[in-house]
């Protein structure tokens, strides 16, 4: 009777394994057929990263591709700005490229990156300098 029992624990489990592999090979394969066709979402992805982030952002073209063992996804000319400073951009970028480390990525059950270029870099400081504050005493720029 013990045998019977443990030979249908243990066919449920392969079963449940393979089920999984399944599962996975087939999440895989929608990943690498659908990430050439980024560009076509461009303003769902835009509206989603605006969100997310809690900044305006704006890029003109985005691409995907599986390189080894992870997604690549680039961005073309991204334009960050403050929603409450206005239409100034806080940030521009000529081209952004992000690959996921995929394998890490779900052992530890959060976007783990493998490798994050940016090129064409510009970043508008002034903008982040706080106004002075009641607390803070002016900086004096005369030697004293």
């Not at 990525?105 to 002034?126: A, M, R």
Request: proline letters at 7%; glycine letters at 4%.
């Amino acid at each position: 009777m013990y045998k019977r029992i443990s030979v249908h624990i243990v066919r449920a489990i392969l079963w449940l394994c393979i089920s999984l592999l399944v599962i996975i090979a087939l999440a895989l394969t929608g990943l690498r057929v659908l990430l050439p066709s980024l560009d076509n979402y461009h303003s769902q992805i835009e509206t989603y990263l605006s969100r997310e982030t809690g900044f305006n952002l704006d890029f003109t073209g985005i691409k995907g591709r599986w390189r080894n063992s992870g997604p690549v996804i680039t961005l073309q000319n991204l334009v960050v700005s403050d929603p409450v400073e206005g239409d100034s951009p806080v940030a521009r970028i000529e081209s952004s490229r992000v690959e996921l480390d995929l394998l890490q990525s779900v052992l530890q059950l959060e976007p783990v990156l493998s490798d994050l270029s940016i090129s064409g870099l510009y970043v508008d400081t002034t903008q982040f300098i706080p106004a002075p504050s009641a607390e803070t005493p002016p900086v004096s720029t005369q030697p004293s």
